[in-house]
């Protein structure tokens, strides 16, 4: 999941600067992405740490719900038809974060099942 974490998060990152490139500079709320990329990568390159693996994906689940919530207005924008950068850049944050949300649920479900199992 660490691998996972750092490849979504650099695609938030390309996603906030192409956004911010397309809207000619004008604001720096379409950095947003970049920034939450860059959270997520510094979670990522931790959680390849043994040791700080569990809290690093915890953060990263968090996180991820954190851009999801702050996010799902521009998909369902975007999925009503409306095409501006904004609506673009923040659907398709939705959907990586809801996405990477997504699987460290799953990764979390596993994880627990393969406790139990011993």
Request: contains cysteine; proline residues 2%.
């Amino acid at each position: 999941m660490a691998n996972t974490t750092i490849g979504m998060a650099a695609a938030l990152i390309v996603i906030g600067v192409v956004g911010y490139v397309a809207t000619d500079r004008q604001s720096a709320t379409a950095l947003i992405p970049a920034f939450l990329g860059l959270l997520l990568l510094a979670f990522g390159w931790l959680a390849r740490n043994e040791a700080y693996r569990k809290h690093a994906m915890h953060a990263v689940a968090a996180f991820a719900l954190l851009g999801l919530l702050g996010t799902i207005g521009g998909l369902i924008r975007l999925l009503g038809g409306t095409t501006t950068p904004a609506a673009i850049s923040q659907g398709l944050t939705a959907i990586l974060t809801g996405t990477l949300l997504a699987l460290c649920v799953k990764s979390f479900i596993d994880a627990r099942r393969r406790r139990a199992r011993g």
